[in-house]
């Protein structure tokens, strides 16, 4: 072990009733072990090799993103214009769910011990789908559930967020259990006889999208949200379904490589954890 040191020892220090702290005087007098500067310079360059992969991982994770929007364009035009001459029609004329929010419900009935119905939350969103092993759950009654439970297909936008966050969309699908949804979005589900639900998804993810939702958001205090007139107001384009199997076959083939670096970013952190600890403490 070198450079090991823990924070218990300056909390072990702390005085003070409502706000705890420690003079200069303790802070001074406390000591850790140094390890030889070549030792030091070593540490930092293991570190600095790891942080520099996941710098490059996660470079390589935003070009995905832009590879598959690339193509969209591509193979469709920018929506905003339509210069392909496709179909175009507003968002709540093809949905066979309208948009609708979900469920509030106060802290105490959260529950931590695994019991419980999993709600899909704010810092739940990304664009791949949740985390469903890492959701908050909650107590429910069984009009809840059926209320707000999702099902495999839908779309969940948050409605409430900061002005770049507000808007976020996200595909419900592979649902490993019941899961509903917090007040704070909608849900909603597309007509399929229409639209692949992962094609309409990645419309409403396109910077198209984005400046729509900015343009319609109702600004507050350090938030801004959209209702679901605006969701529903949103122009899409209709492509034939073949035209959409084979834009999402390209994204599947995408997303494929981008599960492998995602792994590799989860095992660099590992390894960082693990190099910190043992040289930290």
């Not at 924070?7 to 072990?33: D, F, Y």
């Not at 935003?62 to 690339?70: E, H, N």
């Not at 007139?229 to 492509?239: E, F």
């Amino acid at each position: 072990m070198v450079l090991q040191y823990k924070a218990p020892v300056l909390a072990a220090q702390a005085q003070g009733a409502t706000i705890t702290g420690i003079s200069s005087k303790t802070l001074k007098s406390i000591t850790i072990p140094v390890a030889p500067l070549e030792t030091q310079r070593r540490i930092v360059e293991e570190l600095r090799a790891i942080e520099a992969q996941k710098v490059a991982a996660n470079s390589i994770l935003k070009s995905f993103s832009a590879l598959v929007k690339s193509r969209f364009v591509e193979m469709f035009g920018d929506p905003s214009d339509n210069s392909r001459n496709y179909q175009v029609v507003s968002i709540g004329e093809i949905l066979s769910v309208q948009p609708s929010n979900g469920l509030y419900k106060p802290q105490k009935d959260y529950v931590t011990d695994g019991s419980g119905v999993p709600i899909i939350r704010i810092d739940s969103f990304n664009e791949e789908g949740p985390n469903y092993s890492a959701l908050k759950r909650l107590n429910c009654t069984q009009k809840e559930t059926e209320k707000y439970g999702l099902r495999d297909g839908d779309i969940v936008v948050n409605r409430v967020n900061s002005i770049g966050c507000m808007g976020k969309t996200m595909l419900i699908d592979h649902l490993p259990e019941v899961v509903v949804f917090e007040s704070n979005m909608m849900r909603m589900h597309v007509e399929e006889s229409t639209m692949f639900p992962r094609f309409l998804r990645h419309q409403m993810t396109s910077d198209y999208a984005k400046r729509y939702f900015e343009s319609h958001a109702k600004k507050a205090i350090g938030q801004a949200s959209i209702n679901q007139a605006d969701v529903k107001g949103l122009k899409v384009l209709v492509p034939p379904y073949v035209d959409q199997k084979s834009f999402l076959d390209f994204a599947a083939e995408v997303d494929k490589s981008r599960v492998v670096v995602q792994k590799q970013i989860e095992k660099l952190q590992t390894l960082y954890d693990s190099l910190a600890q043992e040289y930290f403490g």
